[in-house]
């Protein structure tokens, strides 16, 4: 067997938003892992979880991350995420 050299990380490969009429709206990410080999390929070796939250503290302040990278490019709220995703949807919807 030879040793193969890389990295491995771990990503949300599915997203879920739940927004129901008389609910607390959530937001659900399944995870995986994922290797990056030397010679440029990469491959999902593994389920990692989901992870779900809830969007009760609207305040709560996060870092916006470049997905390149990891850099932070900036900070929003969850109430400001939950207006992009809404206005994401209605300029979908209105194609």
């Known amino acids: 067997m ?3 050299n890389g990295s491995k990380w ?3 490969n599915a997203i879920s938003i739940q927004n129901a009429l008389n609910g607390v709206p959530s937001i659900s990410f399944n995870q995986e892992i994922v290797a990056s080999f030397d010679d440029g390929t990469s491959a999902s070796i ?3 979880g989901i992870i779900t939250e809830q969007f009760i503290n609207t305040g709560e302040a996060f870092n916006l991350l470049n997905p390149l990278d990891g ?4 900070v929003t709220t969850y109430q400001d995420a939950y207006v992009m995703l809404a206005s994401l949807y209605a300029h979908i919807a209105a194609k």
Do not use: E, L, M, V
């Open 71 to 74: 850099t932070i490019i900036g």
């Open 46 to 48: 593994a389920s990692a």
């Open 10 to 12: 771990k990503r949300a």
């Open 2 to 4: 030879t040793p193969i």
